[in-house]
């Protein structure tokens, strides 16, 4: 049973720039969830997405969108990237928004 | 006060004793809550979630919420070195669901 997968691994972008993070669900789960999280600091919750919509978001500016697929996957995008943006990107997926289950991440790195 | 709040850490455990770490809540919180374990590099990894008043036990894992003081703990037996982790307090808003806060980890070391 594969687990929440995420791509790239890590990422080097320079400010200014835009970055597509990607994202598959567990097998089964319907609902994605993305997740900021800097170093020393709990999760940040950006958005969540069911039914390929937008269900609910965090306090994140607009530069930071998503997007979710008929088959579940998703993709989170960031425009206009600030070094503050540098941070590892969890994707967390969740039947029906339950206990939510996080892939391995991606490591952002804006300079 | 913040929504999900944890003491940062870190708490240092002899082997084989009991580790507590503890998360409080506000008002704005719904009463189900998971615990997760972050190994430092790694994502969160589920270990435990709590939805009723009590305790619910996991192997050497106990969650125990206790809604009337707005706090829940994750107690570990037979602490193990494997358990040198960080552990992550998460609960959903009232005001949705959907939207799961996490407190900032309690650091765990776990010293032979």
């Known amino acids: 049973d594969a687990g929440v997968t995420q791509s790239p691994t890590h990422l080097i972008k320079t400010r200014g720039q835009q970055v597509t993070l990607r994202c598959s669900p567990k097998s089964g789960h319907d609902t994605v969830s993305w997740y900021q999280q800097a170093l020393g600091q709990g999760p940040q919750f950006i958005f969540q997405y069911y039914e390929e919509e937008e269900r609910q978001r965090g306090n994140f500016p607009d530069r930071f969108s998503g997007h979710q697929f008929p088959n579940y996957s998703s993709e989170l995008n960031v425009n206009a990237l600030l070094l503050g943006d540098s941070a590892l990107y969890l994707c967390?997926?969740?039947?029906?928004?339950?206990?939510?289950?996080f892939g391995p991440g991606t490591r952002l790195t804006v300079t | 006060q913040k929504e999900v709040e944890q003491n940062s850490g870190p708490l240092s455990v002899p082997e084989g004793a009991i580790a507590s770490l503890n998360c409080t809540y506000s008002d704005r919180v719904s009463q189900s809550f998971f615990w997760y374990r972050q190994y430092s590099g790694k994502s969160p990894e589920l270990i435990m979630s709590i939805y009723s008043n009590g305790d619910k036990e996991d192997g050497r894992f106990t969650a125990q919420l206790n809604k009337a003081s707005q706090y829940v703990s994750l107690l570990i037996r037979d602490s193990q070195p494997s358990d040198s982790a960080t552990y992550l307090c998460a609960g959903p808003l009232n005001s949705s669901a959907s939207k799961i806060i996490f407190g900032s980890g309690t650091r765990l070391s776990i010293r032979p």
């Open positions: 967390a997926s969740s039947l029906a928004g339950a206990e939510q289950y």
